[in-house]
């Protein structure tokens, strides 16, 4: 088989990062990511496209949102340079997956279908090590050592305000985009609340058959 071009959705705790990895190794694709995109071209020139700065990296050092039309680019970019690929976290909106159309022709588009209570109770169960940055989960990851266990933190985005404000901006930009493949009949859905090894089982016969 070719390396294929791998499209994976879901909401924030789904587990495409998960599966992404397991993805990458086997079928020998890239993992491209809007944010390693970003700071893998944080240095790009684009004074061509009448944007407040001339760099993304400009964007970045002073905290503000990278335009889509310079997300857009670094994305096409990071695509043209892979022989096959698994992309996370774009497109976020339906302009977005137009734009990607324009871009690169999809081998699968996979979509991890994980319920909301079960999405709230994945991310508001993290926990971080402060020391490691190790991230572990209250019931489905345990650290095994005690002294580990105690200095373990809730990080701000997985509160469960914030969790819940999280899939609400899923839910409103990027569902349009699911909606999408499924009208073009391109959408796979996997059962995304399987232990992660069926999950694989399950993403990776879907990508054998439809690549």
């Known amino acids: 088989m070719a390396q294929p071009r791998i499209l994976i959705l ?11 990895a397991k993805i990458t190794e086997e079928f020998d694709v890239d993992h491209i990511t809007t944010g390693d995109a970003l700071r893998a071209n944080k240095e790009m020139d684009i004074s061509d496209m ?4 001339d760099t993304p990296v ?3 050092d002073r905290g ?16 043209s340079q892979a022989d096959g690929f698994v992309l996370d976290g774009y497109p976020r909106n339906l302009e977005q997956a137009e734009e990607l ?3 690169t022709v999809l081998d699968v588009v996979l979509y991890l279908e994980v319920g909301e209570e079960e999405l709230i109770h994945r991310l508001t169960g993290r926990r971080m090590d402060p020391e490691t940055g190790d991230i572990y989960h209250v019931e489905y990851n345990p650290p095994e050592d005690p002294e580990v266990e105690e200095r373990l933190v809730q990080r701000d985005d997985d509160t469960e305000e914030t969790v819940t404000e999280r899939l609400s901006v899923f839910h409103e930009n990027t569902e349009p985009v699911i909606e999408y493949y499924e009208e073009q009949g391109a959408l796979e859905r996997v059962n995304g609340e399987q232990a992660p ?3 694989w089982e399950d993403v990776r016969a879907t990508i054998e058959d439809a690549a």
Request: proline letters at 5%; aromatic letters at 4%; glycine letters at 10%.
């Open 197 to 199: 090894d069926e999950v």
């Open 50 to 53: 009448d944007t407040e700065y």
């Open 64 to 79: 503000e949102l990278v335009p889509d039309a310079v997300v857009n680019a670094i994305v096409d970019e990071a695509l």
């Open 58 to 60: 400009e964007y970045m």
């Open 10 to 20: 879901g909401a924030p705790g789904a587990g495409k990062g998960t599966q992404s």
């Open 101 to 103: 159309e324009d871009m």
